[in-house]
């Protein structure tokens, strides 16, 4: 079993800046692929974001490229998610996720690939 536990949602006006973090504990493996997802008020879990644990390579949805960076910290088993230029349709819930083995590219935006989930940290944009 892992466990994951996000930190660093807020409020932030309009073209602001936040860094979200995701602390796993537990199970983990140097084979880990996590990542981060939103869900908006009314609207279905989206993908943001995901990167391996080992090796190289990020994956960002379309609506944050450029504005947002995932990253990891292995020796303290986080990843985190700074999101930059931030805008109102960035509201939403998000969500850090994590699968125990390397996940084929073509599987990582699928959130129903990831076996563990955190509780989720409310980002608030005000325009």
């Known amino acids: 079993q892992v466990q994951l536990v996000e930190s660093g949602g807020g409020l932030v006006q309009n073209g602001g800046s936040l860094r979200l973090s995701c602390a796993a504990s537990?199970?983990?493996?140097?084979?880990?692929?996590m990542a981060w997802f939103r869900q908006a008020p009314g609207k279905e879990r989206e993908f943001v974001a995901a990167?391996?644990?080992?090796?190289?390579?990020?994956w960002y949805a379309d609506s944050v490229k450029g504005r947002v960076t995932i990253s990891r910290e292995n020796y303290t088993y986080k990843h985190n998610l700074q999101m930059t230029n931030l805008k109102p349709e960035d509201t939403a819930i998000y969500y850090c996720?994590?699968?125990?083995?390397?996940?084929?590219?073509?599987?990582?935006?699928?959130?129903?690939?990831?076996?563990?989930w955190g509780q989720g940290t409310q980002v608030t944009v005000s325009s």
């Open positions: 996720a994590l699968h125990g083995s390397r996940l084929p590219v073509e599987g990582l935006r699928a959130g129903e690939n990831y076996d563990y």
């Open positions: 537990g199970r983990t493996s140097h084979s880990d692929t």
């Open positions: 990167i391996y644990r080992i090796g190289s390579g990020t």
